[in-house]
């Protein structure tokens, strides 16, 4: 039998499995049943992971500082009186394991990571959107309508989503790595949510010390001076989505970036956008992990 037949043969004997985007293992779409993560089954990882990947995701479910997301209280958002940056929400704690999934991403960049990393970003996206149902004082509308809440803020005309956006790389970061890893984050919560997506923010100048290796201080000190608004994307944001935007008295954004660390990067983006809006604005955050 010619190598083809064999190829067709063997298909028919042991159907097809996708691998593992992680490790390489077939996969078995066997739907997940976690009582203790019961959003979990919606995004259906089981088509990208094996179980064991999946088990070893360090879900951020356990939100006890209601600023930054973080699953401990946190001295740093004690101490904080107020900062552009409204809230975050962040997928997972960045242990050792996310650590490397995180750098598989960033310097392969394989489009199933991102769409992969971007649904994983989803039930952040849903804890923002609660926080802002929260804040204008809508939670009992919300409730009887059962639905998820970016998906009733959807239909809301005063009071949802009106943007989201990325965290922007210099030129230099985007020459090495090719991508910007945030922005595809943000186009995925783009889709999956409808949220419209526009690149509000540039980057002013290029670090020239990564943040890993600088001191808070110097690190809070850099990010101020690195964004400024993208003042090209905003005209065409506001022109074309002018009539929604007329009914709003606040404008609500949404920052995508991969790792929140101490918040000085989102906040510095919070306060370029402030900057340029011509509106009140409420800046939120998710991240995929939360160091
Ligand atoms: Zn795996
Ligand atoms: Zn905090």
């Excluded at 919606?42 to 939100?63: G, T």
């Excluded at 904080?80 to 392969?108: D, G, I, P, T």
């Excluded at 005309?157 to 090495?176: C, I, K, N």
């Excluded at 595809?184 to 540039?202: G, M, W």
Aim: glycine share 4%.
């Amino acid at each position: 039998m010619f190598n083809g037949g064999w190829r067709s043969l063997l298909n028919v004997l042991l159907p097809y499995s996708t691998p593992c985007i992680i490790c390489s293992t077939p996969i078995s779409a066997h739907p997940i049943n976690d009582n203790s993560l019961p959003w979990l089954s919606q995004l259906k990882l089981e088509k990208d992971l094996c179980r064991q990947c999946i088990h070893e995701i360090s879900w951020l479910d356990k939100v006890l500082c209601r600023r930054c997301g973080r699953s401990i209280r946190c001295p740093d958002c004690q101490h904080k009186l107020q900062s552009a940056l409204w809230v975050n929400r962040s997928a997972v704690r960045y242990n050792e394991q996310m650590k490397q999934w995180l750098h598989r991403y960033k310097f392969q960049g394989d489009e199933r990571l991102s769409i992969l990393f971007g649904k994983m970003l989803l039930p952040a996206v849903e804890q923002v959107s609660l926080q802002l149902i929260n804040r204008y004082g809508l939670e009992e509308s919300w409730r009887k309508s059962r639905k998820l809440p970016t998906a009733w803020l959807q239909h809301s005309t005063t009071y949802g989503w009106d943007a989201v956006t990325a965290v922007p790389l210099s030129v230099q970061r985007l020459q090495e790595r090719g991508f910007n890893q945030a922005e595809r984050l943000a186009s995925v919560i783009s889709t999956h949510c409808f949220i419209p997506y526009y690149n509000l923010l540039s980057r002013t100048h290029h670090s020239l010390v990564r943040h890993s290796h600088q001191g808070r201080q110097a690190r809070v000190m850099d990010s101020k001076e690195q964004y400024s608004g993208n003042i090209k994307q905003w005209h065409q944001w506001l022109n074309e989505n002018g009539t929604a935007i007329s009914k709003r008295e606040t404008l609500n954004i949404l920052i995508v970036d991969d790792v929140y660390t101490t918040g000085s990067t989102l906040n510095a983006c919070a306060e370029a956008l402030l900057r340029v809006s011509p509106l009140p604005l409420v800046v939120a955050s998710v991240t995929w992990a939360r160091s």
